[in-house]
């Protein structure tokens, strides 16, 4: 998959590079005529490739300051920060990010630094500079259509573009706004875009997926009701990089073979109920006892106690026991042993899918 994703990254930096070379030299022989659009604005309307080209170097810097951001609040859980205020807070911010990006620089000198790069600027009717709360409305209705672009909605937008006779996104028309090319584009406009998608590449699968964050959906109803078949997750891979998986979180492992007879490498969702050194056991009906005291389960529904037996065993170290909460019906520690430390990948920290089920993962 790795490389299917490095080839679609250099593929579209190519495509994009050869799109913006293009756009590039069209609009520098506009900018040499510098004739003056249809409505009495300065500039050359600004066409859908030279458009594309400083939007793609806009990404470059947001999808660097969303991985930075991600980063951060990765770093920020495993110190210890809630959950529940991380999460929240790292949305919250790459939205607000996004918003005051293409807001502020809009609204004082009419331009983003694609757009810069581009010979591109923002006009607000009449040829005006754009006000503070038509920017922000720009801004906004270009941030829904991004995120309707997988439900074909949001494509309406640079279609609106490409087809209008008025050179207008569908967020200019909402803003009232325009774009002109007033100037010859920089020469590193192309590379500039070009490397926006290895530049993804490089972070998302390089650096994020393996090492900071990454998305699973569990298959099963093993951990019911925390998390739910077909819920997806994030799970946090730097935590036990930092420290050692700590009793009643959830984490997402390595299976090991007894665990899979079929003989499938896979991973497993379970929650950690046993340390190394503890001397565990579980009593039908009852639950788990750590050292000879009940462990305190708030997170198992009364109709899943463990229908059988187990142990008592001492944990060797460096190994964990791991548990579903649907103790009767879970394939977990109790059916093929102890697991090893170097197995466990990372913690399970927040549920995103579906939205009625959104929350953090405890």
């Known amino acids: ?10 593929v579209g930096g190519g495509i994009v590079l050869a799109l913006s070379l293009r756009a590039t030299a069209r609009a520098e022989a506009a900018a040499r005529r510098q004739e003056p659009g249809a409505d009495g604005d300065e500039g050359q309307p600004a066409g859908l490739l030279i458009r594309l080209a400083a ?8 999808w660097s300051l969303s991985a930075l951001a991600l980063i951060v609040g990765t770093a920020a859980e495993t110190a210890g920060a809630p959950t529940s205020v991380v999460w929240p ?68 937008d640079p279609i609106w573009l490409a087809v209008g006779r008025r050179k207008r996104a569908l ?4 803003a009232g706004s325009r774009v002109r090319l007033v100037r010859a584009p920089s020469h590193y406009l192309a590379w500039a875009a070009a490397s926006t998608l290895p530049a993804w590449f490089l972070l998302s699968v390089i650096v994020i997926r393996p ?59 379970k929650r950690i109920v046993g340390l190394p050194g503890d001397l565990l056991e579980i009593r039908s009906y009852d639950g788990v006892y750590v050292d000879g005291v009940k462990l305190p389960e708030p997170y198992i529904a009364p109709e899943q106690t463990p229908d059988y037996d187990f142990g008592p065993i001492r944990l060797p170290a460096g190994r964990y026991f791991v548990l579903g909460d649907r103790r ?35």
């Open 1 to 10: 998959m790795m490389w299917i994703n490095a080839i679609l990254a250099v």
């Open 55 to 62: 939007r793609m170097s806009d990404y470059l810097v947001l």
């Open 89 to 156: 807070a790292v949305v919250v911010g790459s939205v607000g990010v996004f918003l005051a990006y293409f807001t502020i620089p809009t609204a004082r000198r009419g331009d983003t630094w694609g757009k810069r790069l581009a010979g591109l600027t923002v006009f607000g009717p009449g040829g005006r500079r754009l006000s503070w709360w038509r920017a922000s409305l720009r801004a906004l209705t270009d941030l829904i259509c991004i995120g309707l672009y997988p439900y074909v909605v949001g494509c309406l």
């Open 171 to 174: 967020h200019d028309v909402f």
């Open 211 to 269: 090492y900071v964050m990454r998305a699973y959906c569990i298959p099963s109803t093993a951990m019911r009701p925390v998390l739910a078949e077909g819920d997806r997750f994030m799970v946090n891979l730097l935590t036990y990089r930092l420290r050692d998986p700590r009793r009643g979180e959830v984490v997402v492992f390595k299976a090991p073979p007894q665990a899979t007879p079929d003989g499938n490498a896979r991973d497993f969702v």
């Open 328 to 362: 009767r019906d879970s394939n977990d520690s109790h059916r093929w042993g102890t697991l090893a430390r170097s197995a466990i990948k990372g913690k399970v920290t927040l549920r995103y899918y579906p939205s009625k089920r959104l929350g953090v993962v405890r």
